[in-house]
């Protein structure tokens, strides 16, 4: 197959962040494949794609401008002349659902968020017909993805998008006298609920019996002058590190990982988190749930809750000499569901399937 791969944009994160891993599957199995991205916005996901083989075309245009995406989309598809279109979130799915029609191209498409906003999933469930195959990237995009979108469950299938590498290094275990690191790490948005985090933070500076703590939040956005105004009014110290180019990077100089989130999908965050070693505290959403085991590698509380999540804070930091021991079952658990070998299985089994549905 000749697949164009389409997505919303090459900002650095979110859905962008496993098309290499997905694309050199697909390559290895014989098919060629080039990535035509709406929109660049911060482009930080071009590096990645480039460095993995991939050939990337961006348009150079707004996220809003729907019509001049279609054409310029219709333009680069006439050139290139896929023989499939692979479509990644929203906006994607749409432009490319009508590139298909007319072009004659069957579409197979991800979904990546376990919400969506009521504008987009009245215009997917209209046009659910129009995709050969749903993917869903986790269990509990499925299960969603199911209920609003109605896809029959014979036109879906999941394929987790995370795919755990065992050489992957782990943390180092905390040691007695040093503060316990905490850290977060994503896209500085309101849904993210760092907020809560760095109102947790301020709780536990009112209990007593602690070691030393160090909190910090890896990630860019429009939020960050808010949270930084929240930090100082809260009286908490908390680094804002920026964007994060290699996120296991900064996972492996922490020993407990958060994620306070109001939704999610899969959350690749916290499942790197997981593989370098470190206990996870998460909101209950999207797929965090179905892969942390509450007491044994983590805790799970609801979202926005700031006095629950200091609370779970509280009962690991209370014995941090266990966060290691809990850290390493946290990284057998999701190599268990998520291996290198189980993402390439499952997506072998898919596009070998697409690829038979299309010849």
Request: with cysteine; proline share 7%; aromatic share 6%.
């Amino acid at each position: 197959m000749r697949i164009a791969y389409i997505i919303n944009s090459v900002e650095g994160g979110g859905a962008a962040l496993p098309v290499p891993d997905v694309t050199r599957l697909m390559r290895r199995l014989g098919h060629e494949v080039r990535v035509f991205a709406l929109t660049r916005r911060d482009g930080r996901a071009i590096v990645p794609m480039v460095a993995s083989g991939l050939g990337v075309d961006v348009r150079e245009g707004g996220v809003r401008d729907h019509v001049s995406a279609l054409r310029w989309l219709l333009r680069e598809l006439r050139d290139w002349q896929p023989t499939l279109l692979w479509t990644s979130l929203s906006r994607a799915t749409l432009l490319g659902q009508i590139a298909g029609q007319r072009l004659h191209l069957p579409v197979v498409s991800w979904q990546h968020s376990a919400r969506l906003k009521p504008a987009n999933a009245f215009l997917l469930r209209a046009r659910r017909h129009r995709s050969l195959l749903w993917i869903a990237d986790s269990s509990s995009v499925a299960a969603q993805t199911i209920k609003t979108l109605r896809i029959p469950a014979d036109d879906l299938v999941i394929w987790p998008i995370f795919r755990a590498d065992p050489a992957t290094p782990v943390a180092r275990p905390w040691q007695p006298g040093e503060p316990v690191r905490i850290g977060t790490l994503g896209r500085l948005h309101p849904v993210k609920g760092f907020d809560a985090l760095i109102e947790a933070a301020a709780l536990l500076r009112e209990t007593s019996a602690l070691p030393p703590l160090s909190f910090s939040i890896a990630g860019e956005g429009a939020e960050r002058g808010r949270l930084e105004a929240l930090a100082q009014a809260r009286g908490v110290d908390v680094t804002f590190t920026g964007y994060c180019a290699n996120p296991l990077d900064y996972l492996r100089t922490l020993h407990l990982y958060a994620q306070p989130s109001h939704w999610e999908g899969l959350c690749l965050a916290a499942h790197e988190a997981m593989l370098c070693g470190l206990p996870v505290v998460a909101s209950n959403a999207g797929e965090i749930p179905y892969t942390v085991e509450p007491g044994k590698t983590g805790l799970i509380v609801p979202p926005k809750n700031p006095r629950a999540l200091a609370g779970a804070l509280h009962t690991l930091l209370s014995q941090p000499q266990n966060l290691a021991e809990m850290g390493a079952r946290a990284r057998t658990r999701v190599l268990a569901r998520f291996g290198a070998e189980a993402f390439d299985r499952t997506g072998s089994r898919i596009i070998d399937r697409v690829a038979a549905l299309t010849t």
